[in-house]
């Protein structure tokens, strides 16, 4: 019992950090809806800000599950803004960074066509009551197992494009002759923030949704860390629309 009881204290601890997630996603959306409102023009600003805003209501039914219990709403509310919309956005944001608006414009109508498919199936699923854990989220609770299926994929894209765009970015900054230092690591700290709740995602899978808890949490920190890194400094960006909107 003497070893059990930190371990105990440490997990309960961990199933509030959903709360300060929240608190830090719901500033952050607002940072970059002005951003954006400064330069509407700008659409990568805007699924940037859809893609925040998404990942706090994630947390958020996290944090309401860990405060009053679960419920049929929240599950489904998390499952449908965490493993279906929250990286995802994010990443569309990248899309209409670096593609052209026609093609970014295409990949929105099949990305959307195939989430709200995901979503849809998501709402009709039954739920196995002997599987719903009071305090905890999970996956397992949906009757229609195969349903999970479409998340994969959701996040096989998130990760190409927030990631891989993320990295793409710093080590074309990297090249440069200048080597501009801050938008090097504003990236970096991009990739790596957006990768850290990817994993905790896997380990949800395993039935450890206290890791999702901690990875979510830092990966946004070192999203907004990367992002206020990169917007003081004043090196043009290597990303023609970004050159435009500062041209603005």
Request: glycine share 8%; aromatic share 14%; hydrophobic share 55%.
């Amino acid at each position: 019992m003497v070893t059990i009881a930190p371990m105990l204290i440490a997990t309960s601890f961990i199933s509030y950090l959903p709360i300060a997630s929240t608190l830090v996603a719901a500033p952050f959306a607002l940072v970059l809806f002005r951003h954006w409102r400064r330069s509407p023009q700008s659409r990568y600003l805007l699924w940037w800000t859809l893609g925040v805003a998404m990942y706090g209501i994630g947390t958020l039914t996290e944090a309401l599950t860990t405060l009053f219990g679960w419920s049929e709403f929240l599950f489904r509310s998390w499952y449908i803004s965490g493993a279906l919309l929250g990286g995802v956005l994010l990443a569309q944001g990248t899309v209409y960074l670096v593609f052209s608006r026609h093609r970014a414009d295409r990949l929105t109508v099949a990305l959307l066509s195939y989430l709200l498919v995901a979503a849809a199936f998501v709402v009709s699923t039954p739920i196995l009551a002997e599987a719903v854990e009071d305090d905890r989220l999970s996956g397992e609770v949906m009757e229609w197992q195969w349903v999970r299926l479409f998340s994969p994929l959701v996040n096989t894209y998130a990760f190409v494009f927030l990631v891989g765009g993320a990295a793409w970015s710093a080590w074309r900054y990297w090249r440069r002759a200048d080597r501009p230092r801050s938008r090097v690591i504003g990236n970096a700290l991009i990739a790596v923030g957006a990768l850290l709740p990817g994993i905790g995602g896997g380990f949800t899978r395993l039935g450890y949704v206290e890791v999702l808890y901690v990875t979510e949490l830092i990966g946004l920190v070192l999203i907004w860390a990367g992002y206020r890194t990169i917007v003081g400094d004043r090196v043009p960006s290597v990303h023609s629309l970004q050159r435009e909107a500062a041209l603005s």
